[in-house]
Nanobody, 126 residues
């Protein structure tokens, strides 16, 4: 059973930066997609970054140029570097993984992922 555990959430001022991490346990799949999602109160969970086992990435326009997803395979850890933070980035951030299907580009849809972490809070003040 794959387990995902996020860490590194916290608070930042607008314009600042934060990096959150996701430790991935028991991933034995050669192909995978991993993503970062966020959910603000009263809003749907949305994808903010995705990466596959080949290193292909995908971002929505709302974070493109500000967020960077990366992975350290030796440490089995996924990262999300968030720069130029805005108050609207405030949310609980979740990492997710899927191993069933191959995609040309790692997807950003929440229903494309089957394993989820518990989430970490990110708060950006103005």
């Amino acid at each position: 059973q794959v387990r995902l555990e996020e860490s590194g959430g916290g608070s930042a001022e607008a314009g600042g930066s934060l990096r959150i991490s996701c430790e991935v346990a028991r991933n034995t799949y050669s192909y995978y997609c991993m993503g970062w999602f966020r959910q603000a109160p009263g809003k749907e969970r949305e994808g903010v970054a995705a990466i596959d086992s080949s290193g292909n990435t995908n971002y929505p326009d709302s974070v493109k140029g500000r967020f960077i997803i990366s992975q350290d395979n030796a440490k089995a850890t996924l990262y999300l570097q968030m720069n130029s933070l805005k108050p609207e980035d405030t949310a609980i951030y979740y990492c997710a993984a899927q191993f069933r299907y191959r995609y040309e580009r790692p997807p950003l849809g929440r229903y494309d992922y089957h394993y989820w972490g518990q989430g970490t809070q990110v708060t950006v003040s103005s």
